[in-house]
């Protein structure tokens, strides 16, 4: 049984919706992550938080907002998003994210369409 | 050159077969290595670090060979239950502790 949670499952929004995604990690870890997985395509690192601060930012276009409230919570929030943007939204947390050695723990995920 | 390449499969092989999956790095300084499994519509798991010189877990044995920067994964007397996709997962550490960059994935199906 997974100790990371995300909601909701499966979202479907419009180009000019605005919408949140929600993660929450039971394991004490001090780390969290987005992923964004697209068929076809290996899982992209999108945003890395340690210990609450955001200390990745992998390019990722202003559209996708995270916030990181406490070292259990993290919210990914969408808005004016494009059809290209429709993919398995994954968050993931891992001890504390400084070490080479740390290991990824993920949520279920969340399907995004966006039409 | 991507920075993790895998065998592009899909693998297709019978119950009780041996398969072994490859994958290379691009980046010497890479520090750690692992295996996630990856089952349909579902999240990644992880299935095993490989630390030195390898290592195994059950049927499953992982091999790090840092001079040609490419690691395996073998799987003996394949199950049912085996069929996933396999996940290269390498982190260079440092810096960039929290950036592990993924391989595409290799898809094994076992069958009866």
């Known amino acids: 049984e997974t100790g990371v949670t995300q909601t909701p499952r499966h979202l479907v929004m419009g180009m000019t919706n605005k919408k949140s995604l929600k993660c929450e990690q039971h394991l004490g870890h001090n780390a969290m992550y987005w992923y964004k997985q697209s068929a076809k395509k290996p899982l992209e690192l999108m945003f890395v938080?340690?210990?609450?601060?955001?200390?990745e930012n992998n390019s990722v276009p202003s559209r996708f907002s995270p916030e990181c409230p406490n070292s259990s919570h993290l919210f990914l929030h969408l808005h004016t998003l494009q059809p290209e943007d429709s993919a398995l939204y994954l968050c993931?947390?891992?001890?504390?994210?400084?070490?080479?050695?740390?290991?990824?723990?993920f949520g279920s995920g969340t399907q995004l369409s966006v039409l | 050159r991507k920075e993790v390449e895998q065998d592009p499969g899909p693998f297709n092989v019978p119950e009780g077969a041996t398969v072994a999956f490859n994958c290379t790095y691009s980046?010497?300084?890479?520090?750690?290595f692992f295996w996630y499994r990856q089952d349909c519509r579902k999240e990644p798991k992880l299935l095993m670090s490989?630390?030195?010189s390898g290592n195994e877990d059950g049927r499953f044995t992982a091999q790090l060979n840092r001079a040609s920067q490419y690691i395996s994964l073998l799987i003996r007397d394949s199950k049912l239950s085996d069929s996933a996709t396999y996940l290269c997962?390498?982190?260079?550490?440092?810096?960039?502790?929290?950036?592990?960059?993924f391989g595409d994935g290799t898809t094994l199906t076992v069958k009866p």
């Open positions: 993931a947390s891992s001890q504390d994210g400084q070490g080479a050695r740390e290991k990824l723990f």
């Open positions: 980046n010497s300084a890479s520090q750690s």
């Open positions: 490989v630390y030195s």
């Open positions: 997962v390498v982190n260079i550490g440092g810096t960039n502790a929290g950036k592990s960059t």
């Open positions: 938080y340690s210990l609450e601060e955001r200390v």
